[in-house]
Nanobody
Framework: QVQLVESGGGLVQPGGSLRLSCAAS????????IGWFRQAPGKEREGVSC?????RYIDSVKGRFTISRDKDKNTVYLQMDSLEPEDTAVYFC?????????????????????WGQGTQVTVSS
């Protein structure tokens, strides 16, 4: 059964930290492609970070967010530090099977085969 379950969202003050988790079933967190996306109120969903052969980040989160994976727990994490009010959004993880060796990940939503239900992150004082 293919399933992704996010957790770890919540309310945090600016400058604070949160760690999101994406527990995967039917995908390998160690070898398949996992992406984190977010959708802020009134805005389109955007890719934030993904991991495959190498991790990728959008410019606005570079140096603040770190994506990692735990193969034993089959889980991908998104460590978010120095959070800003602009990071407020519903965060989704998505997954697709790797197609070839050393494939790089991207943020094209139609490429992803499975999505989680989302977890709310609110950055506010």
């Amino acid at each position: 059964q293919v399933q992704l379950v996010e957790s770890g969202g919540g309310l945090v003050q600016p400058g604070g930290s949160l760690r999101l988790s994406c527990a995967a079933s039917g995908f390998s967190a160690n070898s398949d492609i996992i992406g984190w996306f977010r959708q802020a109120p009134g805005k389109e969903r955007e890719g934030v970070s993904c991991i495959a052969y190498r991790p990728r980040y959008i410019d606005s989160v570079k140096g603040r967010f770190t994506i990692s994976r735990d193969k034993d727990k089959n889980t991908v994490y998104l460590q978010m530090d120095s959070l800003e009010p602009e990071d407020t959004a519903v965060y989704f993880c998505a997954a697709r099977w790797t197609r070839y060796f050393r494939e790089m990940c991207g943020f094209a939503e139609h490429d992803y085969e499975s999505w989680g239900q989302g977890t709310q992150v609110t950055v506010s004082s």
